[in-house]
């Protein structure tokens, strides 16, 4: 006797799909393109408005440059570097930030003869091998505004109202700047002494991580988040008080111009930075309804000099563009594009089919982006999809007006339709369309 069916059958377990990307590494599919287009819209523009010109460099370099560049302690080169032999033997590494390799292009290609400061923007995708959670994924996308080549703080200045501009541009609400000096090569090993110092006799309540960075890299000790740390930091020497005259006037020209320019700051004198190459300026930006910046940057002068060049004082920044579209969302700030509006062409039956391509093709010389779904057979299934898309128009061309030599125009809100003759075709679909 079969058995009684009891429970409702099992169903099978979904097909895992055999591939899918690497973890920590989104697609950008086509319903987001939308925020992407519009994020390199406004950045573009941006970036012309301030006068920087764009430099692009490739995705992959020596990995010598980051160890050097970065600095062999830092969380990204000691832990989250792509890096991988390649035949020829050479150690390469997927970019994890694009201040190095923008320097390492200055001293190749002598940009400063090109211009004195350099002002360039990157845009591109960085690889860090980090734990994927909000706000961090392994490839993300950064926007950075780099000036080579001056150590004026007017340039610090504009870098900050740069970064600021795209964020305006994008409509973001409510962001403030973190900002802080880490001092130079005079004050710096100074206060470094002093905050060890500080932290000798109370190494053991810091987490594990600040143990080790005790020994490496103490100013971390500064930024770290754990209870504990955060708890020690409280008594901890701050660097203001230990900063030479220089650094000390610098720091105050820049915290001038912002304040001149109407600037919301906050100073933050544990804000400090993982990557080795900055010096003075440190900054960082944020929005108050999440805790990670939306994006970085500062002052490094001995960057150049560290990569075997001359003293080249410069300045950037780089932002996040995940985390800028995350903030949109929270702020119910939609992607705000000039998108083209596409008009749809349907055809019925195959003499009106074959001629379409060439009518389409004629709007398109004019400007004008078309849509189709010329596989489906019947008008009803095309008019579908023009739906779908959201067109404004649709052509609709059949055996009699291919035989007459006419379409006809369907306003696709109202349902409206006109028939016009061919040779006015884009002359009407303009009309209709503005
Ligand atoms: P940094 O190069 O570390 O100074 O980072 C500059 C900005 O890039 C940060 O403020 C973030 O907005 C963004 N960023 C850095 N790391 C990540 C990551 N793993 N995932 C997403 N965004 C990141």
Not at 149 to 157: A, E, F, K, L, M
Not at 180 to 189: E, F, H, L, M, T
Not at 210 to 226: F, I
Not at 259 to 282: A, K, S, W
Request: net charge positive; glycine share 6%.
């Amino acid at each position: 006797m079969p058995k009684e069916k009891t429970k409702k059958q099992k169903k099978s377990p979904p097909k895992v799909q055999a591939f899918q990307s690497v973890k920590g590494m989104a697609d950008i599919l086509p319903k987001d393109q939308n925020w992407w287009r519009m994020l390199r819209q406004v950045g573009f523009s941006v970036s012309e408005l301030h006068d920087f010109y764009f430099i692009e460099t490739p995705i992959l370099e020596p990995a010598g440059l980051f160890e050097a560049g970065v600095g062999q302690s830092t969380d990204i080169v000691e832990k989250q570097m792509y890096s991988f032999k390649t035949k020829g033997g050479d150690l390469v590494v997927l970019r994890p930030e694009g201040t190095a390799s923008v320097m390492r292009s200055y001293l190749e290609h002598h940009l400063g003869y090109f211009a004195s400061p350099l002002k360039v923007f990157y845009y591109g995708p960085m690889f860090r091998y980090e734990k994927p959670q909000a706000g961090r994924e392994r490839q993300f996308h950064q926007w950075g505004f780099e000036i080579v080549g001056d150590g004026d703080p007017v340039y610090d200045g504009q870098i900050i109202l740069a970064a600021l501009s795209f964020y305006k541009a994008l409509k973001l609400k409510n962001v403030k700047v973190k900002i802080n000096s880490i001092g130079c090569r005079v004050c710096r090993p100074n206060y470094r002494q002093r905050l060890k110092d500080y932290y000798n006799n109370r190494r053991d309540k810091l987490c594990r991580d600040c143990k080790e960075r005790y020994e490496k890299n103490p100013l971390r000790l500064l930024d770290c988040k754990e209870a504990g740390c955060v708890e020690l930091r409280a008594k901890a020497p701050i660097i203001l008080d230990y900063l030479c005259q220089n650094c000390n006037n610098h720091l105050k020209s820049v915290l001038e111009l912002i304040e001149d320019n109407g600037i919301n700051y906050e100073p933050d004198p544990y804000l400090v930075r993982g990557l080795d190459y900055y010096n003075r300026t440190v900054f960082e930006f944020y929005i108050p309804e999440v805790d990670y910046a939306l994006g970085a940057g500062g002052r490094y002068d001995y960057l150049s000099e560290i990569l075997g060049g001359r003293l080249m004082p410069s300045v950037g920044v780089a932002l996040g563009l995940e985390r800028i579209i995350e903030a949109m969302k929270i702020q119910e700030i939609p992607p705000h594009l000039k998108a083209k509006p596409k008009i749809f062409f349907a055809a019925v039956g195959d003499k009106a089919k074959k001629a379409s391509l060439k009518l389409m093709q004629e709007l398109r010389e004019s400007n004008i982006a078309v849509a189709e779904a010329l596989g489906k057979k019947s008008l009803k299934a095309q008019l579908k999809s023009a739906d779908k898309q959201k067109a404004p128009l649709a052509m609709i061309f059949g055996q009699k007006e291919a035989f007459e030599s006419t379409v006809i125009v369907r306003d696709m809100r109202s349902g409206a339709q006109e028939t016009v003759v061919l040779n006015r075709m884009v002359e009407e679909v303009k009309k209709r369309l503005h």
